[in-house]
């Protein structure tokens, strides 16, 4: 079974959609991430939830909404999509917040281009 | 967060012990060393961390320096599939817990 599983593996959208990537685990974790790795390929955090609270939210643009309806769950809603937003985005988790020894377990990553 | 220097690519001949070296000199007390790695098209996948003490697992092994400013993953018998990008992160507690500073990591080419 896959640990962080994340929809849609791929994406083509055109500029001004809305669209939306879901993202589950079934670890048991309480704390789950977006990150996003550009076309230069570095990761960046975008946000964090540790029990359905929000407690890492990066400097994202406001069109960028993160839902976490309950712990195993985290899905990011992305508005009014502009060519900047093409990247890959990955889901992950991990247990515990405050241990920095705790793994961190990403999902496939989800290939979104804007066009 | 601390910053962490990798060199931007290695190779390695199949079946031969590789040295990824990683120099963290601004680490804190209270950071952990973290590699993870990176398959084409994959997500990051987590290999080892440590703290102060050499770590060993079925994936590899973490030597730290005693200053802990450097460190170096082991990878003992190198193979095809160990071909990708390696990245070295350091973690702190609290509130900046998940967030890894990915850099721009080394980059891993395996040769038969």
């Known amino acids: 079974d896959t640990a962080v599983s994340q929809t849609p593996k791929y994406l083509v959208t055109q500029m001004g959609n809305d669209k939306s990537i879901k993202c589950e685990q079934n670890?048991?974790?309480?704390?789950m991430y977006w990150y996003k790795q550009d076309s230069k390929k570095f990761l960046k955090i975008m946000f964090s939830?540790?029990?359905?609270?929000?407690?890492i939210n990066e400097t994202v643009p406001n069109r960028f909404s993160p839902k976490s309806p309950d712990k195993a769950h985290l899905n990011l809603h992305i508005n009014s999509l502009e060519l900047g937003d093409s990247a890959v985005y990955f889901c992950?988790?991990?247990?515990?917040?405050?241990?920095?020894?705790?793994?961190?377990?990403f999902g496939e990553g989800s290939w979104l281009t804007v066009v | 967060d601390a910053k962490t220097t990798q060199p931007n690519s290695m190779e390695s001949n199949e079946e031969e012990p590789v040295h990824l070296p990683c120099n963290h000199s601004t680490i804190s007390g209270t950071d952990y060393i973290h590699w993870y790695r990176q398959l084409p098209s994959q997500g990051p996948e987590y290999v080892i961390h440590g703290l102060t003490s050499n770590v060993n697992n079925r994936m590899a092994s973490l030597a730290i320096a005693e200053d802990r400013k450097s460190s170096t993953l082991i990878l003992h018998r190198a193979t095809l599939r160990d071909a990708a990008v390696y990245y070295c992160?350091?973690?702190?507690?609290?509130?900046?817990?998940?967030?890894?500073?990915f850099g721009q990591g080394t980059i891993l080419t395996v040769h038969p």
């Open positions: 992950a988790s991990s247990q515990g917040r405050r241990n920095s020894g705790n793994t961190i377990y």
């Open positions: 992160i350091l973690t702190g507690g609290g509130t900046s817990y998940g967030k890894l500073t």
């Open positions: 939830y540790n029990n359905k609270e929000l407690i």
């Open positions: 670890l048991g974790h309480d704390t």
